[in-house]
């Protein structure tokens, strides 16, 4: 049994309003900034590596995906710089290139009507570790005083809010990996009950001692320290995924206002739905399709308008041939065009699949389909027509899947208008 | 401790803002109008606490809203400890 969480816009006092892209702001490991990392994905760059951010020799996982040519000081202020992790910094800037791509002045919106939300995993981890060290290896007085906040779930949000000066509804999402879907949808919900405009979507990353010993202990991540074959979901080589930094942030806004003010338009959320998988050992089929078939129809569209699915992609094997299931399942053997982008960037945790909205709403505005690279060889027993170099194709209707661990199924349907 | 040293440890530990010159004639100006809030002075008193082996209360702390206040409060303090010393 599972328990999908629908998503109704009748009803007083929510409107039916409509949620439009109008903004989007990117730090992957493949590209920093929307366009870099849109045009290393369209080349099928990888963005995977051997780990940097600290010595990896020790550990039976050594590549990661990890954000490239961000030097903090250019782009964060000097008194955010003392209070912010790594991944918060990487959200404040895709965060302000998203507010500038759609051509707001928030300071110009009034007071409340702009929020964020954002989605997130696990916090400010290196920042958590690096002050936890010092609590341990020297006591209270050397920890900082922006531990009080730098590592709570809610930090993105909280920081890009205090920023650009927006008030209005805001807050975070936890559901581990589905959670680039959850807080575009929450954000949603904020527009329905009358805000103007939410900045939502996703950075995320824990590329630290600490936060790697979390990964591996939760036994997904690939042991294989190849960059070409450490991560290739739906590959009969697979072994798991590969962990990353990073993600998107967009704009999401009422219909109303953004044609107003003349906003240029990347696309429509259109339909949204979230399933839990069925307590374990109890059997019953996954919640990941059920979450697509309610999205779909939220939206009001059938599987043969859907131009393209990103999949969820895991990389470890069984949740790969569950996901494989719920696409054939739904559109048929080779049905529908399939692509996993995150082959080029690893696993982004909360900011996965908000990089696979922003990549689904590019692939709109561009008629492309970004490839799935390093994949060779399907799984047997797994046919998908997995796009492994850039396809042009007309794209109006993309369906972005997203499973977090602990049971949580996402999926989105994003629309040209 | 004198006004340069305060303010290059407020830099230090809480960054500078935008549009501020802590060189400048900022003595008597709010610390909220130089851009720091009560975590960024209790970054900065906590740091001082641990450079000269100091204890700050929080309360007065609170009250010192500006660099001329905070710095009598901590020479207060730096006389006190030398005394005890």
């Known amino acids: ?417 | 401790m004198t006004l340069s040293e305060l303010t290059n440890l407020l830099r230090e530990c809480a960054g500078e803002a935008e549009g501020v010159d802590l060189d400048g004639d900022v003595l008597d100006t709010a610390l909220a109008d130089l851009g720091y809030d009560s975590l960024a002075v209790l970054q900065t008193t906590g740091r001082i606490e641990r450079d000269y082996d100091i204890r700050l209360s929080d309360d007065t702390v609170a009250e010192a809203t500006t660099p001329r206040l905070l710095l009598d409060f901590i020479n207060e303090s730096l006389a006190q400890s030398q005394q005890a010393a």
Request: charged share 20%; aromatic share 6%.
């Open chain 1, 1 to 417: 049994m599972t328990t999908p969480v629908l998503e109704r816009s009748a009803g007083s006092p929510q409107r039916a309003r409509t949620a439009l892209f109008t903004g989007i702001g990117v730090a992957a490991p493949n590209g920093l900034g929307t366009e870099a990392w849109w045009a290393a994905t369209l080349a099928g760059t990888n963005g995977i590596d051997r780990v940097t951010r600290f010595d990896p020799s020790s550990y039976p996982a050594q590549l990661a995906g990890e954000v490239p040519g961000f030097t903090a000081e250019e782009h964060i202020p000097s008194r955010l710089l003392p209070q912010t992790d790594h991944m918060t910094r990487l959200a404040l800037y895709a965060a302000k290139e998203a507010i500038d791509d759609a051509g707001v002045d928030p300071a110009q919106l009034p007071e409340f009507a702009a929020g964020v939300v954002t989605a997130s995993s696990a916090g400010g981890f290196e920042f958590g570790q690096r002050e936890l060290e010092a609590l341990w290896s020297k006591g209270g007085q050397y920890v900082s005083a922006y531990q009080s906040f730098a590592w709570f779930y809610a930090v993105n949000s909280g920081q890009i809010s205090i920023r650009h000066g927006m008030r209005g509804p805001s807050g975070v999402l936890v559901t581990e990996q589905a959670g680039g879907l959850d807080a575009v949808a929450q954000a949603r919900r904020q527009l329905r009950k009358g805000s103007r405009l939410i900045v939502t979507g996703g950075v995320d990353g824990a590329i630290c001692p600490w936060g790697w010993t979390a990964q591996l202990a939760g036994a997904r991540l690939s042991p294989v320290n190849e960059p070409d074959s450490a991560f290739v979901p739906f590959d009969a080589r697979a072994r798991g995924y590969v962990p990353g930094e990073g993600g998107a942030i967009l704009i999401l806004e009422d219909a109303d206002e953004a044609r107003e003010r003349g906003a240029r338009v990347y696309g429509r959320l259109a339909g949204y739905a979230a399933t839990f998988d069925p307590k374990p050992g109890t059997g019953g089929e996954p919640g990941l399709r059920r979450a697509a078939e309610l999205a779909l129809a939220e939206a009001g569209v059938g599987t043969a308008d859907v131009d393209v699915v990103f999949a969820d992609g895991s990389g470890v094997e069984e949740l790969d041939r569950q996901e494989a299931d719920a696409i054939s399942g739904l559109f048929g053997s080779r049905g529908v065009p399939v692509t996993v982008p995150k082959t080029m960037t690893g696993r982004l945790y909360a900011g996965g699949a908000a990089l696979d909205l922003a990549a689904a709403l590019l692939s709109i505005r561009d008629g492309l389909i970004p490839p799935t690279v390093n994949v060779e060889r399907q799984a047997e027993g797994i046919d998908l027509d997995l796009v492994t170099a850039v396809r042009p194709h007309p794209v109006r209707t993309v369906l972005v899947l997203a499973r977090g661990n602990g049971g949580f199924n996402a999926a989105a349907v994003v629309t040209a208008d």
